[in-house]
């Protein structure tokens, strides 16, 4: 008789245990909670079956068992269920606590590796959006020969003579200037008064100015 080949994987071994014991053990829809211990029962059915070894069924055992399929099925008052599908003990609060608090933990570790997976593709896309910008263009270069541009240095403001004039300077008729705030204005005096000139703007507006705000022109 040809030696049947060993299984060593989880999913060959619950594969195996669904087809065998169809009533306990469930590929898919809901699970049912399994007697405490279904392990060593299995033991002993599958005594003279050398495909599975004790070690990978136990590893099985605790893989189907800790899935999220099965820890909803464990409910307290519910019934588990022996190999050939009759209903023994019925599970514990203790044991429903503790299948909720394993719920929440896979429940959590899915959503960080989801928030992981959603920041790794977005630094991807980032990385990318960088890659794809177009290289600004260069300057063009200047053909051979030319001589560079030379930025136009601005021109020199005029010197803005500050001195006034002496009263013996002042005569009417003459072309001076006046200081309006530090700028000087052009006029021509009209009249010399004690400590003041009137002078006539080049826009023919006559004002009045103190001797030390008239200028040479």
């Known amino acids: 008789m040809e030696q049947q080949p060993k299984l060593t994987e989880n999913r060959e071994i619950i594969a195996f245990l669904a087809e065998q014991y169809p009533q306990c053990f469930v590929l898919e829809g809901d699970a049912k909670p399994l007697k405490i211990g279904i392990f060593q029962d299995l033991v002993e059915q599958l005594a003279s079956d050398d495909r599975i070894s004790n070690t990978r069924l136990r590893q099985a055992i605790r893989h189907y068992t800790s899935s999220m399929r099965y ?27 503790y299948a909720q608090e394993r719920l929440t933990e896979i429940r959590q570790r899915i959503a960080e590796r989801k928030k992981q997976a959603l920041e790794a593709r977005k630094a991807k896309e980032k990385e990318q959006g960088k890659k794809a910008r177009p290289a600004k263009a260069k300057r063009a270069s200047k053909p051979a020969g030319q001589k560079p541009r030379q930025d136009k240095k601005p021109a020199p403001k005029p010197v803005v003579n500050t001195k006034p004039l002496d009263a013996n300077e002042l005569e009417v008729g003459k072309p001076v200037q006046i200081l309006v705030g530090s700028n000087p204005v052009q006029a021509t005096i009209a009249e010399v008064l004690k400590e003041s000139v009137r002078v006539t703007l ?13 200028v040479g022109a």
Do not use: F, Y
Not at 71 to 97: C, F, I, P, Q, W
Not at 202 to 214: K, L, P, Q, Y
């Open 202 to 214: 080049a826009s023919g507006m006559a004002i009045e100015v103190a001797n030390d705000r008239v």
């Open 71 to 97: 820890l909803m099925s464990v409910k307290a008052e519910v019934l588990r269920v022996n190999l050939d599908g009759t209903t023994g003990d019925a599970v514990t609060a203790d044991h429903e606590g």
